[in-house]
């Protein structure tokens, strides 16, 4: 136990001089962080799509209907937790100090009520039950391992991020021009890919079978057949999206290949 202490002791001096850091400080920062970096105030405004004003027909109650996964030190999973304002969400920050935070659905009713829901039964006839959502799609790296030349798994190098590049500008134009939306926000997933939010009230509202057929209007990767082989979509037919077959969204794909 003295051992341990003089070991925190020791720590804690160096972090509050700066003098040295290691990866595993970050958990003791990241109080910090949420006191006076993290962008409560700006989240909870984009997710409150005009419902945190005063304005005729906002919806006061909407935010509260949103859930937030928090992920604690030991992986600890906090779900169905909702927040008023961003005051409230910064308060929660601090003290749990999650190591990981996912945005859930909005749901019909409050998530932390969700008990008095839980049967058609129960709430007057409500059930606890997602209502809208962004419509997110995630690109891996992992994915481009059976063309990636210089590495493989979850090692990335500066080679790799052109094929990354493809792809956003690709997802990008079809999302826009294919299927016109336009709130797209393209955000670093903090590993190894990149993950879009459509962010439009038509997306939001979409079913699980329209965003699987999204999704599957994207794919160029359909499996294997049963020797094992690859099948791919035929990328030099007639059937190509304009989206797909432009050309500047390829260009990086030479500066990978030549190099």
């Not at 509050?16 to 990241?30: I, S």
């Not at 006839?125 to 798994?153: H, K, N, Q, W």
């Amino acid at each position: 136990m003295d051992v341990d202490g003089k070991e925190n002791s020791a720590k804690k001096v160096a972090l509050a001089g700066k003098a040295t850091y290691a990866e595993g400080d970050t958990h003791d920062l990241m109080p910090l962080y949420y006191k006076h970096l993290f962008p409560a105030e700006t989240m909870m405004s984009w997710l409150a799509y005009g419902n945190d004003s005063k304005k005729p027909g906002a919806d006061q109650g909407f935010m509260q209907r949103r859930e937030f996964c928090f992920t604690l030190e030991g992986d600890v999973f906090a779900r169905y937790q909702s927040f008023k304002n961003a005051t409230d969400l910064r308060t929660a920050l601090r003290n749990k100090v999650p190591t990981k935070i996912d945005l859930g659905p909005v749901f019909n009713v409050d998530p932390t009520k969700r008990a008095a829901y839980s049967g058609s039964s129960g709430g007057g006839g409500t059930v606890f039950a997602p209502v809208e959502r962004e419509l997110v799609m995630d690109i891996d790296m992992t994915d481009y391992d059976d063309v990636r030349t210089c590495c493989s798994a979850a090692n990335i190098c500066n080679k790799c991020w052109p094929l990354m590049t493809i792809a956003v500008k690709v997802i990008d134009a079809g999302l826009r021009q294919d299927f016109g939306f336009k709130h797209l926000l393209w955000v670093y997933s903090g590993r190894r890919g990149i993950h879009v939010w459509v962010c439009d009230k038509r997306a939001r509202f979409l079913s699980n079978e329209s965003r699987a057929a999204v999704a599957e209007y994207f794919s160029v990767y359909k499996g294997t057949d049963a020797s094992g082989t690859t099948k791919r979509v035929n990328l030099t037919g007639t059937a190509l999206r304009v989206s797909q077959i432009q050309a500047h969204c390829f260009t990086p794909l030479c500066d990978y290949t030549c190099h």
